[in-house]
């Protein structure tokens, strides 16, 4: 699970726009250049599927999706963030 998603760059990128709010996809792919709708459909799918985000759809007319992330996803971005630390740590005393 943390290769696929550590080796997804694009999803490090989405959880970094969920942090600041940005939750539709719409919205998550006209703030981040070179993002297609069909990557980021992919990228969400397998974070679902992990249990790292969720997806709101609401009952309206024209339809609204949000993306949010869930309490193991909070842990598991933690831990992403502690990987990058240690990785930063490691690459400056080499």
Do not use: H
């Not at 981040?32 to 980021?40: A, N, Q």
């Amino acid at each position: 699970m943390v290769e696929t998603i550590y080796g997804c760059k694009w999803s490090l990128t989405v959880y970094q726009l969920l942090a600041i709010g940005i939750n539709r996809p719409g919205e998550m792919v006209r703030n981040v250049e070179g993002l297609t709708t069909k990557v980021l459909n992919e990228c969400l799918r397998k974070n679902i599927e992990f249990g790292i985000i969720d997806r709101v759809a609401y009952d309206e007319s024209p339809p609204r999706v949000e993306y949010r992330v869930t309490a193991f996803g909070e842990k598991f971005i933690r831990i992403l963030d502690e990987l990058e630390i240690l990785q930063r740590e490691i690459a400056r005393d080499a």
